[in-house]
């Protein structure tokens, strides 16, 4: 399967702990986005990453979110001391570089529940 | 800060009619729109898209229709199967992609 793949499908963590959602983008492809889907809306923009960089964080929160995309391996959405709050669904999407008119492919999301 | 609006969250339209999905965007610089589907437990498909310089495009029974003037972006759908149930998503891109709240298209048999 060479599209994008998330893992895990789905996370289940109690107040307080960390979550780690892991993205590997399409084949060739070095720019990854990570988007968040509460229940009930839509698709919102939290980060935009190059290898190795972070391009654009103007939708991450400013606390407990981080995110990385380093030289070998998949990025990583990080989230630490959950709250009910951040239970969503999160998506992570890949271009092969800027979007200059060319869709974004997505992976089937990571659906995180905090009890 | 919603740069992208989909104000109508849901759509029933009959098996064989048009639907008609709706878009506003507010940002003048974004320059390439798309539309998504997404089905419940999966990650949203790219369906079609339209650049700036363009008014209409059109793939198979999917024409989607720009007008800069008034930042108004549209999907039709013609003729609607219920295979197209689901969620459809409003896009629009410069340097990153940001995304509408989405319309739930219900066709019925």
């Known amino acids: 399967n060479a599209g994008v793949m998330q893992n895990p499908r789905h996370l289940v963590r109690r107040r307080g702990q960390e979550a780690r959602l892991r993205c590997s983008p399409m084949?060739?492809?070095?720019?990854v986005y990570w988007y968040r889907q509460l229940p009930e809306e839509g698709l919102k923009f939290m980060v935009y990453?190059?290898?190795?960089?972070?391009?654009?964080e103007s939708g991450m929160p400013k606390e407990r979110f981080s995110a990385e995309f380093p030289k070998e391996g998949p990025s990583i959405l990080r989230i630490q001391q959950v709250v009910r709050g951040d239970s969503a669904a999160y998506f992570c999407?890949?271009?092969?570089?800027?979007?200059?008119?060319?869709?974004?492919?997505f992976g089937n999301g990571t659906r995180l529940t905090v009890t | 800060d919603q740069q992208v609006k989909q104000n109508s969250p849901s759509l029933s339209v009959q098996e064989g009619r048009i639907s008609i999905l709706n878009c506003d965007y507010t940002?003048?610089?974004?320059?390439?729109f798309l539309w998504y589907k997404k089905y419940p437990a999966e990650g949203p498909t790219f369906l079609i898209s339209?650049?700036?310089?363009?008014d209409k495009n059109e793939d198979g029974r999917f024409t989607v229709f720009l007008n800069k003037s008034a930042k108004h972006l549209s999907l039709h759908i013609v003729p609607s199967q219920p295979g197209d149930s689901a969620v459809y998503f409003c896009a629009a891109s410069v340097g990153d992609m940001r995304f509408g709240a989405g319309t739930r298209l219900t066709v019925k048999p």
């Open positions: 999407a890949s271009s092969p570089g800027l979007l200059n008119n060319s869709p974004l492919h």
């Open positions: 990453l190059q290898k190795e960089n972070i391009i654009d």
């Open positions: 084949k060739g492809h070095s720019h």
């Open positions: 940002n003048s610089m974004f320059d390439y």
């Open positions: 339209i650049s700036s310089i363009k």
